[in-house]
């Protein structure tokens, strides 16, 4: 089972209580249901990108994770993320995908955003979490979508690139929570085009909280 959605798109067209501050300017929210935590049923995972009020490029905007148990929407979170504060900012263009990428029953949560990023540079993070002793607990985090190779980047030519990195769901599934599998698609490297692009796997271990 696989749910997904763009905080920024909105498209579910509804919006949830959330943890930012009251009155603050929602943005875009993604409000998904799934069992991803160990309280009876189903949990309401809601993404939801708002304007702190602050006016610097790099606080404007936050994005937020909160993780409600049974009682929707009036229900205190479980869990919290806040990720202006986690990663720096500028952030902005969440998104978040449950899925059960280690194979038992439960579906962890996948989140990845805009982070850190200046004129002319692409880059998206991306965090898998779940449910660990002390609330989210991080099983891997990292870029997915680099590309400092357009001009404007201010780059050195000799170390642009521009590459992403995609989740093989069914070979991380396949090692039960022991890595993480990802397609990786090099476009350019060290500031050379690569014709045609090249394609290779990369695993890395997953985190576990016990
Ligand atoms: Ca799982």
Same mark, same amino acid.
């Given at each position: 089972?696989l749910?997904?959605?763009?905080?920024?798109?909105a498209?579910q067209?509804?919006?949830? #209580?959330?943890s930012?501050p009251s009155?603050?300017?929602?943005?875009?929210?993604?409000v998904?249901?799934?069992d991803v935590?160990?309280?009876p049923g189903?949990e309401?995972?809601?993404?939801?990108?708002?304007?702190?009020?602050?006016?610097?490029?790099?606080?404007?905007?936050? /994005?937020?994770?909160?993780?409600? %148990?049974?009682?929707?929407?009036?229900?205190?979170?479980?869990?919290?993320r806040?990720? =202006?504060?986690?990663?720096?900012?500028?952030?902005?263009? %969440?998104?978040?995908?449950?899925?059960?990428?280690?194979w038992?029953?439960?579906?962890?949560?996948?989140?990845?955003? *805009?982070?850190?990023?200046?004129t002319?540079?692409?880059?998206?993070?991306?965090?898998?979490l779940?449910?660990?002793?002390?609330?989210l607990? =991080?099983?891997?985090?990292?870029? /997915?979508?680099?590309?400092?190779?357009?001009e #404007?980047?201010g780059?050195?030519a000799?170390?642009?690139?521009?590459?992403s990195?995609e989740?093989?769901?069914?070979?991380?599934g396949?090692?039960r929570?022991?890595m993480v599998?990802f397609?990786?698609?090099?476009?350019v490297?060290?500031g /050379? #085009? /690569?014709?045609?692009?090249?394609?290779?796997e990369?695993?890395?271990?997953?985190? *576990?909280?016990?």
């Amino acid at each position: 089972m696989l749910a997904a959605g763009s905080a920024g798109a909105a498209e579910q067209g509804r919006l949830a #209580p959330f943890s930012g501050p009251s009155g603050a300017k929602v943005l875009g929210q993604t409000v998904l249901s799934s069992d991803v935590w160990s309280t009876p049923g189903r949990e309401t995972v809601v993404l939801t990108e708002f304007m702190t009020g602050k006016k610097g490029p790099a606080d404007a905007v936050e /994005v937020a994770l909160d993780i409600r %148990g049974p009682g929707g929407d009036q229900a205190r979170p479980v869990a919290t993320r806040s990720y =202006l504060a986690l990663l720096g900012g500028p952030i902005g263009g %969440g998104e978040i995908t449950l899925v059960d990428l280690d194979w038992d029953g439960t579906n962890e949560i996948v989140v990845s955003m *805009h982070q850190g990023e200046t004129t002319g540079i692409t880059r998206i993070v991306m965090e898998i979490l779940r449910e660990g002793p002390d609330g989210l607990f =991080l099983c891997w985090s990292g870029p /997915v979508r680099i590309n400092t190779a357009g001009e #404007p980047s201010g780059t050195p030519a000799g170390e642009r690139e521009r590459w992403s990195r995609e989740i093989e769901y069914s070979k991380t599934g396949a090692s039960r929570g022991g890595m993480v599998v990802f397609k990786k698609t090099v476009q350019v490297a060290a500031g /050379v #085009p /690569v014709q045609p692009a090249a394609v290779v796997e990369e695993s890395f271990p997953m985190a *576990h909280p016990r």
